[in-house]
């Protein structure tokens, strides 16, 4: 089987396992109370949108083709031998279906390997399926911004001001990056801040490590840090591993 040919293969397998033209297509034009909607999506699909609209299809394929490919290459498996493996357990058609969901809409090239990793780590050890869908959820709900963040959570924060320790104590750093700091380090997040921090904790992968400390936690005091679990999948996002040619 020829390269091109394999990485049209496992696109097609994972397109199957996430979603369809049909459904989307449906979605468009079915039912009555979104007939005059359809009529004016037909109209825009009859135009140059009809070229847009492929051009993103084509990019969910390639999405589909790449994580799949990772996958494969993380598992040490063919592409024939990973679908099969899939096929033949429910749980991983639905690791899968995750995965390559989020592969398809993501613009950060590094989660594509990091969703590949995922997948791959479900398939060559069964036991880690149900925790490998967890961090495929985690990673499909972060983009740039969250990922800027977390790279920042992960270094180490800055000490205690000596007026705010025990007189004669060492130097001693903050549980976690307070507020103040992580705007001086990244100005741009002035007005998403609060957005990125809510959507990190609601996937688990940070915390304010300063609450039920002594001056810590509550409004100015948050001390923030990544969870062991931000740690891991941090780690995924930032493996320096090109993706395989599909």
Known sequence: MTEDSTGQKAAEVALKAATSVGAVAGGLTGGPPGALAGVAAKEVLDAAGSRLIEKIW?????????????GAAQSNASIDRLSETIESSPELLALLSETVQAAMETPLESKIYA????????????????????????????????????????????????????????????LGWRRTEILEALPGFVDVLDACIARLMAEGLAIDAGVGTWGGGGVGREQWALTAFGKDCLRLLQAVTPNPAV
């Not at 084509?58 to 990772?70: G, L, N, S, T």
Request: aromatic share 2%; with cysteine.
């Open 58 to 70: 084509e990019r969910r394929r390639e999405r589909a083709a790449q994580v799949m490919a990772v």
């Open 115 to 174: 969703l590949g990793g995922c997948l791959g780590r479900g398939v060559r050890d069964g036991t880690r399926v149900d925790a490998e869908r967890l961090r495929v959820r985690g990673l499909a709900r972060i983009e740039n911004s969250e990922v800027e963040l977390m790279a920042l959570l992960n270094e180490e924060p800055g000490f205690i001001p000596a007026d705010e320790q025990n007189e004669g104590t060492e130097p001693t750093r903050w």
